[in-house]
């Protein structure tokens, strides 16, 4: 039948034969059989693994956010780098695009396929530990293990890889990296570009590039490396990572603090960082989401130090005295990383609280934005204030929490997708809350990224920082991007 069809094809196009068929039939049935060689030939490369079911192709048209996207036309899973190669080669023969996926854990929309001539790349069995080195203190892994299963493994040699996002138990190193990820211990240790030594990725012509080093100091020409770290998947599909490692700490203590409002708890971060004790984790919820996650309707707040051994009492007194001085209750302590990370727990639900919430509320019908600013800790108190006179302003359904150790905010709303004029107001205020980042020098984007839902916001963004002109630098990326992606096939639609 496909054969037929091709035939028929030419002879109405080369033989220029006057047939009454409709164009778009004879269209819609050349792709049809596009599609098919197209998938024929990645089941030549990589063979079971690939997948056109629709169920599957629904599955990878989402990802964690709001974003709606196209079915892709297949999924594939390849093993190793070669493969990976392949595929990228034969999207630029048949000018397809390709979306890399990690666990689709994504918040801003930049794992959803906008096009339906999409290959989405997963790299679920690209997800090996090669070599976990004790002395120089890096792993070198492929991008499809999971987070919390390369720590699990560096615990064994008294290590860890100290970038842990709240979907750790799901997110893939490969994921994170592209991301730009931070997570609940960047009071200390920053994002998923402190921690970053070297990667392996497949560019846009098909090439393998090796970037970055082995060692912690590497200055070989331009910085290659982190351009990729935060690329969303747009300049290449990234197959290996070397990662920095931090020891694990020899002892740990914290506290849950418990609060009235939102300035005494702010005022207590302040606090403890001009003490000058530098915290691990630093963690905080509003009223509404602590009564969401199961704890009390107050402000809730999470520190967390590592110490040395024997410093354990005067760190943890220090941190009881600034919650009490505060006018906070200490509801909470703990002695060891693992009690801690028990206390921890209802702040890593809070996005699956808030998803909850809007569900009950609305429904199938309920439509979740979650933002991701950041603001220089010194204008925390004023950030938090705006953002809860905005809640106020619009009447929108709005909780807030986020990594307040790293000034990291993340306001989530949910309206009834339904209403027309709430979805309108709900899109003004995501707008709004990312203008906060600007107005305070901060960000629009700590660690979510781009995607598809603040391209506009990124404009803004660098138009502050560049006497209202953004085309510059804008011009720049778009350059970068396509001398990395020069056919333009890696995910479309994101960033620029």
């Known amino acids: 039948m496909i054969k037929s069809i091709t035939i028929l094809y030419k002879q109405l196009y080369v033989n220029k034969l006057r047939i009454n068929i409709k164009k778009d039939l004879l269209i819609l049935a050349y792709h049809y059989y596009m599609t098919v060689e197209v998938v024929r030939a990645l089941e030549g490369i990589s063979g079971e693994r690939v997948y056109t079911d629709p169920d599957v192709l629904r599955l990878y048209s989402r990802d964690a956010s709001f974003e709606s996207g196209e079915h892709p036309l297949a999924v594939v899973e390849p093993v190793d780098v070669d493969e990976v190669v392949k595929i990228v080669k034969l999207a630029i023969q048949y000018n397809k695009k390709v979306i890399v996926v990690g666990a689709s854990t994504s918040l801003s929309g930049n794992a959803v396929p906008k096009t339906s001539d999409a290959i989405v790349v997963s790299m679920a069995k690209m997800n090996n530990i090669i070599e976990v080195s004790e002395v120089d203190w890096y792993a070198r892994v492929q991008p499809g293990v999971r987070v919390d299963e390369l720590n699990l493994e560096l615990a064994r040699y008294g290590l860890q890889w100290p970038v842990d996002p709240a979907s750790s138990k799901a997110a893939t190193v490969g994921g994170v990296i592209s991301n730009g990820g931070g997570g609940v211990r960047g009071a200390k240790y920053g994002p998923a570009s402190h921690w970053v030594l070297a990667l392996q990725a497949v ?42 490692l931090a020891p694990l700490p020899q002892s740990f203590v914290g506290v849950l603090g418990r609060f009235n409002n939102v300035e005494d708890l702010v005022n207590t971060v302040i606090d403890i960082r001009k003490a000058k004790l530098w915290t691990m984790i630093n963690e905080f919820l509003d009223e509404r989401l602590s009564q969401l996650v199961g704890l009390d309707n107050k402000f809730h707040l999470w520190v967390g130090v590592d110490v040395n051994a024997g410093g354990e009492g005067i760190v943890l007194e220090q941190l009881k005295n600034s919650v009490v001085k505060n006018h906070g209750e200490v509801v909470g302590v703990a002695y060891s990383l693992g009690e801690f990370t028990k206390l921890l727990e209802p702040r890593r639900r809070l996005y699956t609280a808030a998803l909850h919430a809007a569900f009950g509320d609305y429904g199938n019908n309920a439509l979740v934005f979650i933002e991701d600013i950041a603001v220089p800790m010194s204008k925390l108190p004023n950030a938090v204030r705006d953002l809860t006179e905005l809640g106020g302003k619009y009447g929108i359904k709005m909780v807030i929490g986020g990594h307040i150790g790293d000034g990291n905010i993340h306001p989530t709303i949910w309206v009834n997708k339904s209403d027309k004029k709430e979805v309108e107001k709900a899109v003004r205020l995501f707008e709004e809350i990312g203008k906060i980042g600007i107005k305070y020098r901060g960000t629009v984007s700590a660690e979510h990224g781009i995607g598809s839902q603040k391209k506009e916001l990124l404009k803004e963004a660098l138009a502050a920082k560049n006497q209202g002109n953004y085309t510059v630098l804008y011009n720049l990326m778009a350059q970068i991007k396509k001398v990395f992606d020069p056919y333009n096939i890696f995910n479309p639609g994101k960033i620029l």
Do not use: H
């Not at 910085?223 to 070397?242: C, D, K, M, R, Y």
């Open 203 to 244: 560019i846009g012509t098909g090439d393998v590039i090796n970037v970055g080093c082995y060692t912690v100091k590497c200055r070989e020409g331009y910085n290659l490396l982190q351009l990729f770290i935060g690329s969303e998947g747009t300049l290449g599909v990234i197959t290996e990572a070397t990662l920095r």
